[in-house]
């Protein structure tokens, strides 16, 4: 067995470098690393389990590792920073734990009696050490729990993490599952970036936002950062509604994934600030109460307001408000029965995870002539393909097969294989079949790709 120890240095996420004047995060912390001269090549993180809980004054962090050694046996000093960003505060996190295979361990801090500079914009104040066995071909789990401030984000916000540290296992991390869970409504998420790029898969789960990516291959300074705010993104740029200042709505299509960040009791705010935005009088005591809370400089009730009022942008966000809200009360057992509109219909699970085949078949063919294919996760359904006739669409209603213009449709054979989805087109009753269709799954983008399309199919 070895052990050795030196001091890591990195850099921190450039974003907030545009904001070098207002901005900085109080305290945060990042993922757990080996204190060793070079990236460890035996040891590799299978999975990294990130749990914000955010309150109404501060945010907890839970994160949970998974690790398996691919070498001999060797105990190793493991160290996580307690970081500061752009300037020094005396902010400190609130309590730190630690536990090893799920048992609470003791652990050594290491104060910097002068902050070490990773960049121009961040420090390293202490370090929270301990010695950790791995060993060989097991896997061992680490955890760390910690309770910090929020971050000053400009005018907002912000809660972050720093897991670009496991870049310095072996190969990249395996999988890696951020959980947000909201505790109260007084916090609006209002962003999420992970590594400054685009999400990947989004579920909601009651309170809790799930993101889950595979293969992760972060850089030293790839972050998770969360802007947070006290209203809606629509109020944090715009603190007065009248005619003379831009109302958001009115310019532009809200996200559908942004939905997803707010609780319910948010949706139904939101909802109904687009009608106060034109003085509509309110008659539940709690609406009211949140205007006068966060609106009072700009809204006065005065009429009675209907959709009628709105432009196209404005119905269609609040058209998608509403289905956000029905998706949430809605179990999927109901959504499967409403797109099979009640016919019966058969489910079965494919060889990638979390990934269904709901179905209704032709004359106990097992050839498909209406389905969904569609990912579930804790009992929350995000539809990938719709399979009606000759007609399949992806996710984002795009059509991504075509009428056969000399023969008549049948059936779809569907093949759900680990790492695509292959449809075979049926025709004539059944006598003539074409290679037709066939999705890919891209592993790192998290989304499945159009493979081939038979020439005879277009």
Same mark, same amino acid.
């Given at each position: 067995?070895?052990? @050795? ?23 945060? #912390? ?47 000093? *493991? ?67 910690? @309770?910090?401030?929020?971050? *000053?984000?400009?005018? @907002? ?82 603190? *007065? ?37 034109? #003085? ?179």
């Amino acid at each position: 067995m070895k052990k @050795s120890i030196c001091l890591f240095i990195g850099v921190l996420f450039s974003l907030f470098s545009v904001f070098a004047n207002d901005a900085y995060t109080k305290v945060s #912390g990042g993922s757990i690393l080996p204190l060793s001269k070079t990236k460890n090549e035996n040891i590799k993180m299978e999975k990294e389990e990130i749990n914000f809980t955010l309150y109404k004054d501060h945010y907890d962090i839970n994160v949970k590792f998974y690790f398996k050694n691919y070498g001999p046996t060797e105990t190793i000093e *493991v160290g996580f920073p307690q970081w500061k960003h752009l300037q020094p505060t005396k902010d400190d996190f609130y309590y730190f734990k630690s536990k090893v295979n799920d048992i609470t361990t003791n652990f050594t801090v290491k104060e910097l009696k002068t902050p070490e500079p990773l960049n121009d914009y961040m420090v390293i104040t202490k370090w929270y050490i301990r010695s950790v066995t791995f060993e060989s071909n097991e896997i061992t789990t680490t955890e760390v729990e910690y @309770s910090a401030p929020y971050g *000053v984000y400009g005018i @907002s916000e912000s809660a972050d993490y720093l897991f670009g540290t496991g870049a310095t296992w072996k190969d990249c991390i395996g999988e890696m599952i951020i959980k947000i869970t909201n505790t109260t409504d007084d916090i609006w998420i209002n962003s999420i970036k992970i590594d400054n790029s685009d999400l990947g898969n989004i579920i909601r789960e009651n309170n809790t936002i799930v993101i889950q990516e595979k293969n992760v291959y972060p850089k030293i300074e790839s972050e998770i950062f969360l802007e947070l705010d006290r209203v809606p993104d629509c109020l944090v740029s715009l603190r *007065v509604i009248n005619p003379e200042r831009r109302w958001d709505f009115r310019d532009y299509i809200i996200s559908e994934s942004k939905l997803k960040f707010y609780s319910t009791t948010q949706l139904r705010y939101l909802r109904n600030l687009m009608f106060a935005a034109y #003085g509509h009088i309110f008659r539940s005591e709690d609406i009211n109460q949140w205007l006068k809370k966060y609106c009072s400089d700009w809204y006065t009730p005065k009429e009675t307001v209907t959709e009628k009022q709105f432009n196209e942008n404005e119905k269609k966000n609040l058209a998608l408000i509403q289905q956000e809200e029905a998706r949430r009360n809605n179990p999927p057992i109901n959504y499967l029965n409403e797109y099979f509109g009640n016919e019966k219909y058969s489910t079965i699970s494919s060889k990638m995870e979390n990934i269904y085949l709901s179905y209704i078949e032709r004359d106990n063919t097992k050839l498909v002539t209406k389905g969904l294919i569609y990912n579930k996760i804790d009992n929350v359904i995000q539809p990938l393909f719709f399979i009606d006739g000759y007609i399949i669409k992806d996710k984002d209603s795009n059509q991504v097969s075509y009428p056969i213009a000399t023969q008549e449709f049948f059936g779809w054979k569907i093949e759900l294989n680990k790492t695509s989805i292959s449809f075979q087109i049926f025709t004539n009753q059944g006598k003539n079949t074409t290679d037709s269709i066939e999705f890919l799954w891209n592993d790192r983008e998290r989304k499945f790709e159009k493979y081939r399309i038979n020439p005879l199919d277009l």
